[in-house]
Structure formats: structure tokens, C-alpha cells
RNA sequence: CGGGAUGUAGCGCAGAGGUAGCGCACUUGCUUGGGGUGCAAGAGGUCGUGGGUUCAAGUCCCGCCAUUCCGACCA
């Protein structure tokens, strides 16, 4: 009774804000823009951290880690990276504080400015170049293949949680390959990695694509990206995978001999994902109820509620799901009894289903005579008596899957069903306004680009790769096209 | 950087010149326990901050600070 969350078809964003803080995910913090990640919620990013890190191992990489302060210099060596990031850097300039003399507090001491200026990183290819200079002198070197798992920090107008926060958590990927096939092949690889991730752990589907020269990375010859659909028709990019060519080998003079004793510079990748995916993952599948969790990700998989009224009660009941718990927790399932006698069956129920744990088992005295446990279903909110016998890891098995493939075609129903293919620029106008993806001609103009963004607030998403050729005009100029491109209000 | 809103108990809010309040949460006891139990008794406050008006200021006036929402910005 306590907590109520707001409709999403009423106010779907202040929806998604109050689930994050009623779920118990994070909150807002004293730092302006930076937010607190509550337990529950990191524990949701750190499966996301152990699947992916698993992947990255399983496909060749190593982890690192890499200072969190960048000289500026470092910065501007390669031009067009400095110009996507100057505006959102945080700066230091200071190494010391001291009393104030006027009075209390504290305030910086002017005698400790730094010789050079050093930036909190926005993104650390500046830094790991420089470092690989070191690490790289023979083909022998190479592939080098490096993750970090870091904080970054981009100073930005404006925040919300976990979609834009101005300090985030992510990895980096960063590699550096002999020859450019294989750079590229590796940025089309970490993408396949992340898309598989995305649609086979989050349970949601992606669409997979370049960016435009308009939407690159600062720094990059090529961007490759995961683009999904929320519930409200509004794209988020979940991931991107960079092709940087030799820009960061030349700006920090990265070069290895090859085989026949020849200078050439190393060619780059650099590839990441954030927990931004957390706001992707809740505007993907929860409900006015809260949160919903594909069991594949979810911390806890299966909560287990006792009820009961007397201690005998009580501990026959206990007994007989901390063998079933026990069980199931051997066979991997992640499993958690909720004894806490502070609270009643009741709110129980209402707390789990906001925090999205895909199955919940209520067993009381009437099941056990009854040789029964309550089952319910998340995402269905399907409630079934099944048999206690029936409680075996097949049985769970199948019921997991088959919630973590029923968000998954929900959300590519969605998906599907809002992706409108248009060729005047009307029916293109009329179905961004109801929240629908766009697959439309485009010139292969920045400038259309632009005037496209400044009408319509749609950005070019991604030049999907599996968009096939195509004769047509372009949706605002009528110029010739050779494909459909993804266009939509974006995150 | 524009526009709006808000700063009062842990949280959410009311109070619009004259004794600091309500709901939730918290503590204790009983009750209840299969969809956010019910009752009772408690504990908890420099009313964001600095100035001004007044016999008297959460309350009116001016400044500042912070947070937040909507835009602009966002590899």
C-alpha cells in the first residue's frame, strides 16, 4: 500500500524513474548527476558484468586496467576524439587542499595547481595508446587483446538514471590488430558477442548496424551497433563495437615491424557496453507491477515464500523448501527463501513482483497436505498448483526458458509490429508520432541528416547490415538511394 | 544554457504571520499471517541558506545554494 508506481501509458518516464528507486536499484546521490547503485541492482549488473567478461575470455581477451586520469595533452593527440569529448570532461587541477584561513571549511590550496591538467576519462583510448606503444614493437605482438572494467565520467547537461548519468560503469574493449581485415573482423565479432548477449541473456532483440558518419564514434573510420526498441517506441543504443583504422596508432606512434622487417602501424578496435543496459533491460519488459527480470540474467531466479501461522507450522514448511531450495541450488538455480517473519505473505508477494524475480513458490500448511506448491509466473502473473514431486530441475528448467523466450517475443513482437516501412515523408512523420522505428530512404547526406533531426527529433539510428539494396528516393530530398535506413526517436 | 517545480521528521507531503503537523517507515505490546493486517502506546525537528520587514517569520520581501522535471546538448 505503501508504494504505487505511476502508469506507464500515463507518465511513462516518470514510471521508469520510480521503478528504479522503488525496485531498489539505485538512487539519486549527493553528487549532481551521479547516482548510487543500490545492492540489488549492482548485483543485476554484476551477472551482466560475469556473463560478458566470461565472452570476452571465451573469444581471446584479457582484462587490464588503466589509470582514471588522463593528462590533457594525451587528449588532443587525435583531433577528431578530442572534439567528441572536450565538452564533457571533467578536469583537475588541483592535488591539495587546506584550512581555510578566513574561516572553517576547507578550500583549494593555490600552491598545488598542477603543472598539467588531467582529465577524469571519458573513454580511455588515449591512455591505453600511449601504453601500447610500449607494449607493441613486433608482429609477434599482435593481436593484442585488452577489457577494462571501469568507471568514466561525461559531464552531461542533463542525466537519468542509468540511461545518463555522468559518472557510469562500463568496459572498454581495446585491441590492436597487424593488418585492417582483421581489426574489422574482430569490431564485427565483439558485436555478434554483444548482440548475443543482449537478445539471449536480456532477453531482448536488436537490431544490428553502421552508424553514420553524423553518429561515429569521435575517432572512428567505422561504428557497428546493437539499436533496441523500449516499450514506448523510443530507440537505445545498447552497444557499439569501433573500427578505428590507424588514427590512434599514428596520433601516438604505434608501429610494429613486420615479417619482412617493414614499419607498419597497428590498426584498432575499441568496444563497449555501460549500465545503461540496465535502463534498456527494465524499459524492455517490466510492467505497472515493476520490474521483470529473464531468468537468464536474474540475481535471484526463484524466491521461495513460506506461509504459515504457528512455529510448527513454520517449521514444517521451512523444512520442506529448504530441501527443495537446497536442491535446486546444487543443480545451479539461484534460489533465496524469504523467512523474514517482519513481514507478512502478502507484501511479500507485492515486493518481489516490483523487483522482478521471474518465479515465486508459496508453500503453507494446506500444500503440504496437500503434497503441493503454489507456483507463479512473473511475466504472466500465471499462478498453478503443481505437484511437490514435480520440482525437479527439468521441470524448473523448462519453465525458465520458457519465460526467458516469452519476454523475448514480446519484445520482438513489439519490435516487428512498430517497424514501418514509409516512402513519403508524411507516413514517415506520422509514424514516429506513434512511437514506431522507420525504415526509410536517405540521400547519404549529413545534411539531410540533420534537417531530418531538426524536424522530427528522429535520428539515423543505424544503416542496418542486413538491409538489403534497394532502388529508391530519399524520404525528405527525393535524391536516389540504394537502401533503407533505420530512423527513430532515440534514448 | 533556457523554462517549470521543489527544499519542513528516515521517506512522501500538508501548514500561507501567533504552541511544529499528517501518512508511511521506525520502537514496544497485543493481534494478524494463502495478495502490501488491525489496534494501542512511543521515539524522532536549528522548517536549505544569508539578509530584510514585523511586537512576532516555515509562513511576507530580496539574494544565494542545492535538487529535480521538461527542452537544448549527448561518441
Not at 502508469?7 to 546521490?29: F, G, M, P, T
Not at 515465486?360 to 509466473?377: A, T, W, Y
Not at 509514424?431 to 522530427?456: P, Q, R
Not at 528522429?458 to 525528405?476: M, Q, Y
Request: proline share 4%; glycine share 4%.
Amino acid at each position: 500500500m505503501s508504494k504505487k508506481l505511476p502508469k506507464r501509458n500515463e507518465n511513462y518516464s516518470e514510471w521508469y524513474q520510480e521503478l528504479v528507486i522503488q525496485a531498489d536499484l539505485a538512487e539519486h546521490s549527493a553528487v549532481s548527476g551521479c547516482m548510487v547503485i543500490k545492492p540489488y541492482g549492482y548485483g543485476i549488473w554484476e551477472r551482466m558484468q560475469q556473463i560478458l567478461d566470461q565472452k570476452f575470455k571465451e573469444t581471446g581477451h584479457q582484462n587490464a586496467y588503466f589509470p582514471l586520469f588522463i593528462p590533457k595533452s594525451f587528449l588532443s593527440k587525435e583531433a577528431q576524439h578530442v572534439d567528441g569529448f572536450a565538452k564533457e570532461c571533467a578536469v583537475v587541477t588541483h592535488h591539495r587542499l587546506k584550512n581555510d584561513p578566513n574561516g572553517k571549511g576547507v578550500i583549494v590550496d593555490p600552491d598545488a595547481k598542477l603543472e598539467e591538467e588531467l582529465i577524469v576519462r571519458p573513454t580511455s583510448e588515449t591512455i591505453i595508446w600511449h601504453t601500447y606503444k610500449k607494449w607493441i614493437q613486433s608482429y609477434r605482438d599482435l593481436p593484442l587483446l585488452i577489457n577494462q572494467w571501469a568507471n568514466v565520467v561525461r559531464w552531461e547537461m542533463r542525466t537519468r538514471l542509468f540511461l545518463r548519468t555522468t559518472e557510469f560503469l562500463w568496459q572498454e574493449g581495446h585491441t590492436a590488430h597487424a593488418t585492417q581485415e582483421e581489426a574489422i573482423a574482430e569490431a564485427k565479432q565483439m558485436l555478434e558477442v554483444y548482440a548475443d548477449f543482449v537478445e539471449n541473456t536480456l532477453s531482448i532483440p536488436v537490431i544490428k548496424g553502421v552508424k553514420t558518419e553524423n553518429e561515429r564514434f569521435a575517432g572512428a573510420l567505422e561504428t557497428y551497433c546493437i539499436e533496441a526498441m523500449m516499450q514506448d517506441g523510443k530507440a537505445l543504443q545498447a552497444g557499439t563495437s569501433h573500427f578505428l583504422g590507424q588514427n590512434f596508432a599514428k596520433a601516438f606512434d604505434v608501429q610494429y615491424l613486420n615479417k619482412n622487417n617493414q614499419l607498419e602501424y597497428v590498426w584498432a578496435t575499441s568496444w563497449g557496453v555501460s549500465t545503461r543496459l540496465m535502463g534498456a533491460l527494465i524499459m524492455s519488459h517490466s510492467d505497472d507491477d515493476g520490474l521483470i527480470l529473464p531468468p537468464n540474467l536474474a540475481p535471484i531466479q526463484i524466491v521461495f515464500i513460506p506461509i504459515y501461522k504457528t512455529n510448527e507450522e513454520y517449521a514444517e514448511v521451512m523444512d520442506k523448501l529448504e530441501s527443495i531450495a537446497d536442491l535446486l541450488k546444487s543443480e545451479g538455480f539461484r534460489v533465496k527463501i524469504d523467512n523474514d517473519d517482519s513481514k507478512r505473505p502478502g507484501w511479500k508477494f507485492a515486493e518481489w513482483e516490483l523487483k522482478g524475480v521471474p518465479l515465486r513458490f508459496s508453500l503453507g500448511p494446506k500444500d503440504l497436505k496437500n503434497h503441493q506448491i503454489e507456483v507463479f509466473r512473473r511475466d504472466t502473473k500465471e499462478k498453478s498448483f503443481i505437484p511437490i514431486e514435480n520440482i525437479v530441475s527439468n521441470y524448473i528448467s523448462m519453465l525458465l526458458n520458457d519465460i526467458q523466450k516469452n519476454l523475448f517475443n514480446i519484445a520482438q513482437n513489439r519490435l516487428k509490429e512498430r517497424t514501418i516501412y514509409v516512402d513519403s515523408y508524411q507516413e514517415f512523420k506520422n509514424s514516429l508520432d506513434n512511437d514506431c522505428f522507420v525504415m526509410a530512404h536517405w540521400d547519404g547526406t549529413t545534411e539531410t541528416e540533420l534537417l531530418i533531426k531538426e524536424e522530427t527529433k528522429a535520428t539515423i539510428r543505424c544503416i542496418p547490415l542486413d538491409s538489403p539494396f534497394e532502388e529508391g528516393k530519399c524520404v525528405k530530398t527525393g535524391k536516389p538511394s540504394q537502401r533503407r535506413v533505420l530512423f527513430a526517436r532515440a534514448y
